[in-house]
């Protein structure tokens, strides 16, 4: 594995471990922006598209 | 969130449900970074004495529909929240609800499973995100080792634990 890309997933890693460490209640904020997302993104008719091609 | 937990709190001091724990997606949030979930998974248990030995979730389903929740399939819309409410399955569903630790969001007390019970559930049920979800336990350092192979050895998934750790935590 190059530098470039340990220091990528060290980085990644990072990040896990500070949403990790936040209080419940800020996580479920957070949470609840990504299940609106996940939403938004399984309403578009491109999604739709693809999940009727299999 | 904090919402939909005060109507299952009420639901609870109602009487309409006994002990419950958030199970799934958001039970994992308690101990590892938020991922994405459209729904809440809620393990209840019933108080005795409701004049029927038949285990039925339409008491739930009544007292929140007569309160503007709206039913959807298997799930329960409650203040915004896709709810799925279950019983446990089994002994190892009935220990992850009655060891659940409570926890507040903001001032509502809740109760989430353990984070051993939740990875000794993912690897019972199997599917793949089951599988991210317990690595991703694994990465974050926040299993009690000993509690976790107690749990395993108890219900008898020491051997699907064995299979997993060869499929997913073998060097290649």
Known sequence: MSDWMRRVLDGKRETRKRLAEL???EKLILLEKLRDRSLLIASTSLRRRQLHRG | MKATLAVINQMQADGVIGRYAIGGAVGATFYLEPSATVDIDVFVSFKHGQGSS????????EYL????????????????WQ??????????????????IETHVDA???WV????????????????????????FIEAGVLDSNKLDQILTRYGLLAR???FGDRFLRKL
């Open chain 2, 161 to 163: 634990w064995e299979r």
């Open chain 1, 23 to 25: 209080p419940f209640s």
């Open chain 2, 83 to 100: 709810v799925q409410f279950l019983p446990p399955g089994d002994a190892l569903g009935e220990e992850a609800l009655a060891q659940a």
């Open chain 2, 108 to 110: 509502v007390p809740t």
């Open chain 2, 113 to 136: 499973m353990t984070a051993e019970h939740l990875v000794a559930l993912a690897l019972q049920l199997g599917r793949p995100k089951d599988f991210t979800r317990i690595l991703q």
């Open chain 2, 54 to 61: 038949l285990l039925t979730l339409a008491p739930i389903y």
């Open chain 2, 65 to 80: 529909t007569a309160r503007d929740c709206q039913a959807k399939g298997e799930y329960i819309i409650v203040e915004g």
